[in-house]
């Protein structure tokens, strides 16, 4: 089975500061990987994902992300925050090769950039 | 563009009541979700459907049910609405039935008083 725990359901960066959003796995088998954003009122939308090729994903908006098996995690980083960053995100977990009925979203981090 | 689109977004209903959550794409895509968004749980997955007449129960379906008579469509129906299905739902769609990307649409926020 797997799970995912996203670490902090806020964070709070001013703008040009690095963000680091966390995500931890738990999986039984090797995993897809996978960030979200949702921008408020609006439905989600794909950030970036890893299924299995290279360990450091590159998504939209300067986003990306780092498979780290001995660690599990899969941390979402952006050297430089923008006001337009302010959102949701959702890491989400799911077996290679599962159908999409077994993705597993975590509990959501809430970005808040400060002037 | 191809898109994904809930009705209504807001709708403010009473307990006991049948209540219908319209979703449409146009994605041209066979695999349709129904999520609910709560604080605290981040997305649970009520019903899904892999193609036309297919329907399968996710991890919340108690009280929820879905048709899938088109590929376009995927209604969520509350037989009896309770307080506890107080929620925002959101639909989804995908290319294919591997776990892939999911396009979603904007949500439909449910009050049941």
């Known amino acids: 089975a797997q799970s995912v725990t996203q670490l902090g359901s806020h964070v709070s960066v001013s703008e040009g500061a690095l963000v680091l959003l966390r995500c931890n796995y738990s999986s039984s088998v090797p995993p897809y990987l996978f960030w979200y954003v949702q921008y408020p009122n609006q439905g989600l939308q794909l950030l970036l994902k890893y299924t299995s090729a290279a360990t450091l994903v590159k998504g939209i908006n300067g986003f990306e992300a780092e498979f780290k098996k001995s660690e599990t995690s899969f941390h979402l980083t952006k050297p430089s925050a923008h006001m337009s960053d302010a959102a949701e995100y959702f890491c989400a977990v799911s077996a290679q090769g599962a159908s999409t009925d077994k993705l597993i979203f975590g509990t959501g981090t809430r970005l808040q950039v400060f002037p | 563009d191809a898109e994904i689109t809930q009705s209504p977004r807001h709708k403010i209903t009473e307990t006991g009541r049948q209540v219908t959550l319209a979703c449409h794409q146009t994605?041209?895509?066979?695999?349709m979700f129904w999520y609910r968004q709560d604080l605290g749980h981040g997305l649970r997955l009520i019903h899904y459907?892999?193609?036309?007449?297919?329907?399968n129960k996710g991890e919340v379906s108690d009280g929820y049910s879905v048709s899938r008579s088109n590929t376009e469509d995927l209604p969520l129906t509350l037989e009896s609405a309770a307080s506890s299905q107080t929620s925002v739902y959101f639909c989804?769609?995908?290319?294919?039935?591997?776990?892939?990307?999911?396009?979603f649409g904007e949500g439909s926020r449910l009050t049941v008083l």
């Open positions: 989804a769609s995908s290319p294919t039935t591997v776990t892939g990307e999911l396009f």
């Open positions: 994605w041209n895509h066979n695999n």
């Open positions: 459907s892999y193609g036309v007449q297919d329907t």
